[in-house]
Every structure is written in C-alpha cells, then in structure tokens.
C-alpha cells in the first residue's frame, strides 16, 4: 500500500505507528484525520484500474445469489439505470458489502450499510456467526446539525484536549460510573457509552438525548492549534466552541458478528467467499480501534486469492437457471400483498424507520432479556406480516421505491438474526451487555451460528478454536 | 451551553421530476425544517414522508465522502449534502452537464464500469 502511494504518515522511511487506545503497543497506522478509510478507498480503487484484466461494472445492485449443485454459480442484479435485471455466471464470488449498523437509529452508516451481504449470504445458505456483537462509538455527533463531517469526528480532540462531558445538568458524571473522567480522558468506550445512557434514563440527559461536549474550559487559540481547518467546518455550521457545547450520544458502529467463513474466507457454500465488516469472527465480542481497515486488507487478500484460484466450474447455467434465480430473488414481489387490510400507507421506508427505532431501544446499548424478548416479537411481526403487504412502485428507470424494498428485506433478516442471537447468549460479553444477566458466564465462551432453515433462523454453538501461540510473546518479539 | 432549542422554519423546493420521455415537469414540495439541516435531509424527508419515489443519489448522508448528491441548486453545482436549506425558495435541478436519468439522477458512472451485454 506505501508503494502505491497511499500517503501513510511517516517518519522518514519508516511508516508511522502510534497507540490507538486498547492496544499494547504502537501499531496503528494513518493517513491524516479521517482519511485513511477514502485514502486507502482511492488507492485500491486507482490500482484495480490499471488492470485490463479486470472488468469493473458499477451501478447494478445485487439483489440474489445463484446457487448450482451446491456451490455458488453467479449472482442477478439490477441495473438501477434502467430497471431491468442482469445475470453474472461466475466460478466464484466474494461478498464485501459492509456492515449493517444502519439497522439501529443513531449511526455513523452510510445509506448502504443495511446488511446485503449478510442476507444474500443466508439466502445462498451460508451461516452467520456472532450476530449479537454490534460496537457503539460513545460520542456520536447528536446536535446541532453538522454537515459536511463524519459524526465520529469528536474522539481525537475529545482525547487530546481533555473535552469534558457533562449530563444535563451540566455536571461531569463519568466518575460515579466507576470510570475516571479528569483532564487526561482515559475512560474506556464501552463505560462512556453506558454512562451516557444511563444518565438520559434517569432523566439527567442533554435536550436530544445524549450528553453534553464541552471544550470551553480552552482558550480560543488553543482550540484553533489543536482543531486546525476543521474549525472552520465547524463554523460554517454556526458552531462556535468557545461559546457553546455540542451534544454528542452513543451511535451503532461497527458490526463484530457477520458472514462464518472457514481460514480460506470461504463459507460453508463452495465458491462464496467473504471479506471486510460482512465478516464476522475476526474481532470476538468486541472490536479494538484501528483494526477495521487491516482487516479488510488482510482478509480481503486472502479471500481475493483464494477466490481466483477456484477453478471453474463443470456446470454452465443456461438462461432457464438465470429466469428461475431472478423469480426466485423477485417472488415476493410477483404474489398479490399477504393482508390487504393494512394501511397502504406503509412504505418500505417506513419499515426501516420504525425497525430503526426497535432495534436501537432494545437491541443496543443497554439490553435485558425482557427488551430482546419484545424486539424479536416486533421484528418477526415487520417480516412476515407488514414487509409482505408492501408494493413498491412501479418503474423503470433508477426506482427508489424498488431499492428501498430490496434493502429493507435484507436489513429485517439480519435485524432478526441478531435479535434472536442476542436473545440466546445469557450473559454480558464485550458489546453484549445485558442489564439483568451482567456477568460472563464460561458457558458461553463459545461462537453463535445463525443459518436459515426452511424460511427460519435458528441458532447453533460452536466451540471457540483456541489460538496456539501467545500474542503476548509476538508482540514483544516485534519491539 | 447553549439553550438546545432549534427553530423550526419552512422551505420551499421546487424539484425537477422525470426525463425527457417520462414526463418531464417541476413539482413543488413544502418542507420544515430545522436550523442546520441542508438540502440533502429536505430530500431524504420528501422521501420518507411526500414521495418515496422521488429519484437522487446519495450514500453517506454526512460526511461529503461519497460525491453522489451533486446537483444543480439555484443555477449553481453544488453538494446538496453541504448547502444549507434556507427559508425560502429553492429550484432544485439535475446536473446539466450529464446525461438524465430520472429526476435529480444523472449518469455519472465512469464510461468504463459501464454495463454492457
């Protein structure tokens, strides 16, 4: 990646590598301030073009995988431009759609992240793992509206200015939470989020439900030091740090759990492997920061050369197995609506709102076996009863209505598979906090599987595959 | 601290629909909103609320990352994800230089990555 020219920060020759927070040693390496995600993005993307071999199609969603004899055989897709569908033979497919932390109502989720991978892979009858881990960034931007940021934004300042959270009430609260919140902010993720939650349900919460981010304490040219060009962000959105503080809140992040795929990064279907957040295993129950994007570098090279070495298939698939994939993937769509009684007034974004607020409520932060209860009755209700009522409207060319069903389909299964693995890990672990079971229980030290059987999610444990080496060791050796 | 109570206004959006062979017109949409919201979450709201059929691409909401939202406001290119609604009216077309799609969608995928049969 240095010699495509990615732009990591470096010290002379050497790439640079500083402490993320959580980690023992100095590992984490970037390009500038927020950048190293569209930097990397640029650099692959840039280096991908200058293959021939290579044949890059964009603008198709794709809405179903084919499967023949039991391996994958190609994928449909829609070509938003003019509505019409399209068909990929193929010897092998790697799914690297993203995340799914969309599905909750506070997130730092671009439109997309509503879980297809995780869908199309459960469709083809690959299995999930560890569905119920899902990260909460504590200090999600709340209010007022900034644009033209990344609501994650507040993290490094808040760590190297010593920013202040206060509840409501304007005091500092951190501390009778059992974490230390002083100048140095050396408070752990998982407190702060819970911390905040908390001091909203006993009614000490800022105006929109979070807590307040105060960098008053500054002066102004400290603030302009340490904040550089983004102040001026800042101020094209009226927001004057000297003057006020902001309001900031636990958003949905990133996603541990996602597609079970074996050291190849293939799943248990033959020919379809996984790479990136899709994939889930990698992080255990809780994710450190800074490994999203070496992840997706590690496991997306192994995936990508794995994947080309499958040699191709016996089978072709004739256009009949292409009319069936695509009544298969749109059968929903062709039987008249399940209850004609419900209000038509419900549209596929709709759904995904109130699915939205379900599974932030209950499905978040703070959970407890009644809430989780309650979330996999409602979700379950959304699947089979209301998604099955609606229509999306008829067109052609770039339907919105069309992609927004296509997506809320997905986003209610995984919805579902995490609900229910949430339900069935009778403890707190990591991101699993749940509020009436608050201890790990060993009898848990074990994987989730989530597979769909016959139209339904069931759960499965597999035992935990025991590392042989000690990283302890591996890390020293590397000093 | 500041008081954390937004005022609401109204702006007027008049929005180019369709493409040259599927009827090509303005519609006008009413939209409250609040201080800070830009045109972008006025379109998202048309979407959830008006009309779910109304066409503009768009994918990180936030962040100015994905360059998907630009569009013709009021005679200028801009990001509709950075311009700031503002209580007044505002016209809201596809971008001139592109080939229409529908609405405020113009072809914007790079000539190579083109899907042919």
């Known amino acids: 990646m240095r010699d495509w020219k990615t732009g990591w920060a470096n010290d002379n020759a050497r790439i640079r590598q500083v402490l993320a927070p959580g980690h023992k040693i100095k590992r984490c390496c970037y390009v500038d301030f927020l950048n190293t995600g569209p930097a990397v993005a640029r650099t692959l993307r840039g280096e991908v073009a200058k293959h021939k071999n290579i044949q890059r199609i964009s603008g198709i969603t794709i809405i179903d995988l084919v499967i023949k004899n039991a391996r994958v055989a190609g994928a449909i897709g829609l070509n938003t431009e003019t509505g019409d569908f399209v068909s990929f033979a193929a010897k092998a497919v790697v799914l690297a759609a993203g995340g799914l932390t969309q599905l909750f109502a506070r997130n730092s989720a671009s439109k997309n992240m509503g879980g297809d991978s995780h869908a199309l892979a459960l469709r083809a009858g690959a299995n999930l793992i560890d569905m119920e881990f899902v990260q909460f960034f504590p200090i999600g931007h709340l209010a007022p509206r900034l644009v033209g940021m990344d609501p994650i934004m507040w993290d490094p300042f808040r760590y190297k200015l010593g920013g202040k959270l206060l509840n409501g009430q304007g005091k500092q609260f951190i501390e009778n939470y059992g974490g230390e919140d002083g100048a140095t902010y050396t408070v752990g993720r998982d407190l702060a989020a819970y911390a905040i939650l908390k001091e909203c349900e006993a009614g000490r919460g800022s105006p929109n439900g979070g807590a307040w981010l105060s960098f008053q304490h500054l002066k102004k040219e400290e603030l302009e030091g340490a904040f550089g060009p983004i102040i001026k962000k800042l101020a094209f959105n009226d927001i004057d740090l000297t003057k006020q503080s902001i309001e900031v809140a636990p958003i949905a992040h990133y996603h541990m759990g996602g597609i079970e795929v074996d050291e190849s990064m293939e799943t248990c279907v033959k020919g379809l492997f996984a790479a990136g957040e899709c994939v889930g295993g990698a992080n255990g129950a809780n994710r450190l920061s800074g490994n999203a994007i070496p992840e997706a570098f ?10 080309a070495r499958v040699k191709a298939s016996q089978n072709t698939l004739s256009n009949q197995d292409f009319e069936i994939a695509i009544s298969h993937a749109m059968g929903d769509l062709l039987q008249p609506p399940s209850d004609n009684t419900l209000p038509q007034k419900q549209t596929s974004r709709g759904l995904l709102h109130a699915l939205q607020v379900i599974m932030w409520e209950n499905v978040g932060v703070l959970r407890d076996t009644k809430k989780l209860q309650k979330a996999l009755t409602e979700i379950t209700r959304l699947r089979n009863k209301v998604f099955p009522s609606i229509r999306p409207k008829q067109g052609t060319a770039f339907n919105t209505s ?39 229980s060993d009898k848990f030290t074990k994987n989730q599987i989530i597979s769909e059987r016959n139209g339904f999610l069931v759960s499965n444990w597999k035992e935990v595959q025991k590392l042989d080496f000690d990283l302890e060791v591996k890390s020293l050796a590397i000093k | 601290m500041n008081p954390g109570k937004e005022k609401h206004f109204n702006a007027e959006l008049e929005i180019f629909r369709g493409a040259s062979e599927i009827n090509p017109r303005f519609e006008t949409f009413n939209v409250p909103f609040q201080q800070g919201a830009s045109v972008l979450d006025a379109l998202i709201w048309i979407n959830d609320n008006i009309d ?15 360059k998907e939202c630009m569009m013709l406001i009021d005679g200028k290119v801009e990001y509709a994800c950075l311009k700031k609604l503002q209580e007044k009216r505002s016209t809201l077309k596809p971008l001139p230089n592109k080939r229409l799609i529908k609405d405020l969608v113009t072809d914007i995928v790079p000539p190579k990555e083109k899907y042919s049969i």
């Open chain 2, 52 to 66: 779910e059929t109304l066409s503009f691409r768009y994918s990180c909401i936030n962040a100015n990352a994905c």
């Open chain 1, 402 to 440: 069309l992609m927004d069903w296509l997506d809320i389909r997905n986003s209610l299964s995984c919805a579902e598979a995490i609900c229910l693995a949430a339900s069935k890990r009778k403890e707190s672990r990591g991101a699993h906090q749940m509020e009436d079971i608050p201890v790990k």
């Open chain 1, 298 to 307: 590690v496991f997306g090279d192994i995936a990508g050369s794995n994947a």
